[in-house]
């Protein structure tokens, strides 16, 4: 090979661009995360192979779980197909269980099985191996990968009902990887005692879809159009992890308001929700697809982050956030680390001082435009070549 040849294929290690890339994440159906506006970037000019998720937690009896299993069985048998230009998607046959070394072992040879297999068929050479799904670290350095990537963006192990044996599985991939990239402060100072090449990338925001809600131009959604204002808005995945008893404080208090809840709702909050369902001016609206996140957030006067304070929360850096700042909404969010270094986001410490706060937006809102045009340098495009200038500068 010439040096020149060299010189353009270490171009392209570097740089991310050309390079077959094999992405472990959520499933793709799911509702669009970091990973798939990451992902969306880099498929202008890499081809992806994007893994449907593998299990993080135990699954249980539950009618939801039994559900969950039945289709990721049905879907196995579905062919590769190419989701959107560049990036296709593989459905894995693993069993949901790490806790003993016969099942880790039967799981590697299973899943290195059927990407290697795929990685074949779509001629994929040169693989930059990009995980962000812990249990992925099954088989990280078993695919021929030229580089692994772990793109960390939760403290995974601190989820309630976390499979056995993942913990041992995260930390043998910090280890391995070549680059972790981490999105929180908080997980960069856990995370780097694991390998010296730890970095901070914070997430960033779909700033052009979000921003449709501030042009006037959007019509409202029917069921949210015409409630009682103020509107208070989240969307996001109803969970453990979300404060519900103070979202029905905040209820509560702006009884001639209405609260708005746009998201599923996980099995452990199943319980409040049914409770909410009988608090009048609760609007719980289910899951809306990605598309019509701009009109409700148009709907909304403020909008809530309303996350529980523990282990969990204290890592995250919750994507919704950036996208209420993207639509210009005035936010209030619960005292998370990542939230205050955000302009226009109020904090509260307690529940009565986060109601005050909210008070504080309503009365004293800041222009829309002004509040969306303050985040919109923190664009996916952005934080792709943050990732990029990283692996520059190792290489």
């Not at 249990?135 to 601190?158: K, R």
């Not at 955000?342 to 002004?370: M, N, Q, W, Y």
Request: proline content about 5%.
């Amino acid at each position: 090979m010439t040096k020149n040849a060299v010189k353009m294929l270490r171009e392209k290690f570097r740089s991310l661009r050309g390079r077959d890339i094999v992405c472990f994440s959520h499933d793709w159906t799911g509702d669009p995360l970091s990973k798939t506006h990451l992902m969306r970037v880099l498929s202008r000019e890499n081809r992806i192979l994007w893994v449907n998720a593998l299990p993080n937690r135990t699954p249980t009896a539950a009618s939801k779980d039994v559900s969950r299993i039945a289709r990721k069985l049905k879907s196995f048998a579905e062919p590769i197909r190419e989701v959107e230009k560049n990036i296709f998607v593989l459905n894995p046959l693993v069993i949901p269980a790490y806790g003993s070394d016969a099942v880790v072992s039967l799981n590697r040879k299973l899943l290195v099985r059927q990407i290697r297999r795929t990685m074949r068929r779509l001629g994929f050479e040169n693989v930059v191996n990009m995980v962000f799904n812990p249990a992925a670290g099954l088989v990280a350095g078993h695919l021929g990968e030229s580089e692994l990537i772990y793109y960390c963006v939760d403290e995974y192990t601190a989820f309630t009902g976390v499979a056995s044996g993942l913990k041992e599985i995260e930390e043998e991939l910090f280890r391995k990887a070549d680059v972790v990239i981490v999105s929180a402060e908080k997980l960069l100072e856990s995370k780097a005692k694991h390998n010296s090449a730890t970095h901070l990338i914070r997430h960033g925001t779909d700033w052009q879809h979000f921003r449709k809600a501030v042009d006037g131009e959007l019509e409202l959604p029917t069921d949210v159009a015409d409630l009682p204002r103020p509107i208070i808005g989240f969307h996001g995945l109803i969970a453990d992890w979300v404060d519900l008893d103070l979202v029905k404080k905040i209820a509560e208090h702006f009884s001639q308001g209405s609260v708005v809840l746009v998201g599923k709702h996980t099995i452990e909050a199943e319980g409040k929700v049914a409770e909410f369902r009988r608090i009048a001016n609760v609007h719980i609206v289910g899951r809306k697809p990605y598309s019509e996140l701009p009109a409700y957030c148009a709907a909304f006067d403020v909008a809530i982050n309303p996350f529980v304070v523990n282990e969990l929360t204290l890592a995250a850096n919750p994507l919704k956030v950036r996208e209420y700042l993207a639509a210009g909404l005035p936010v209030v969010s619960t005292d998370i680390p990542e939230v205050r270094v955000l302009e226009d986001v109020l904090v509260g410490e307690t529940s009565d001082d986060f109601i005050a706060k909210l008070e504080d937006a309503l009365a004293h809102p800041k222009p829309r435009a002004a509040v969306s045009d303050a985040i919109r340098h923190e664009s996916w495009d952005a934080k792709v070549d943050e990732l990029r200038a990283i692996l520059e500068e190792r290489n």
